[in-house]
């Protein structure tokens, strides 16, 4: 079990930064992939990029060069650094996990797709005006 909670989101001009966070409770919160997802009103979740247990990283197109995920398993904690914001960029954004085994991963995918995760927090409003 891991419980998820991001904060981090609000209102900002284009170009401007974020820097969104998601805390997780649970055990072993090193063992866990961990992936960003974003949904805008009346539209499917869609994916915005992922960080396995060894760091490896992952992103959609549409934010490479523009966001980074990161993690600090010190502090079971999850990152996102938004830079050069654009209006299309608004959603709530949600942060999701699922527990892998290490020795398991070698040589598989990032996960891309909202299925392939197990726990899911709340979600938090970026709002992104010209």
């Known amino acids: 079990q891991v419980q998820l909670v991001e904060s981090g989101g609000g209102a900002v001009q284009a170009g401007d930064s974020l820097r969104l966070s998601c805390a997780a409770s649970g055990r072993t919160f090193s063992n866990y992939a961990m992936g960003w997802f974003l949904q805008a009103p009346g539209k499917e979740r869609e994916f915005v990029g992922a960080i396995g247990w060894s760091g490896s990283t992952i992103y959609a197109d549409s934010v490479k060069g523009r966001f980074t995920i990161s993690r600090d398993n010190a502090k079971n904690t999850v990152y996102l650094q938004m830079n050069s914001l654009k209006p299309e960029d608004t959603a709530v954004y949600f942060c999701?996990?699922?527990?892998?085994?290490?020795?398991?991963?070698?040589?598989?995918?990032?996960?891309?797709?909202?299925?392939?995760?197990?726990?899911w927090g709340q979600g938090t409003q970026v709002t992104v005006s010209s």
């Open positions: 999701a996990a699922v527990p892998v085994v290490p020795l398991r991963e070698v040589g598989r995918p990032l996960r891309r797709k909202p299925d392939e995760y197990d726990y």
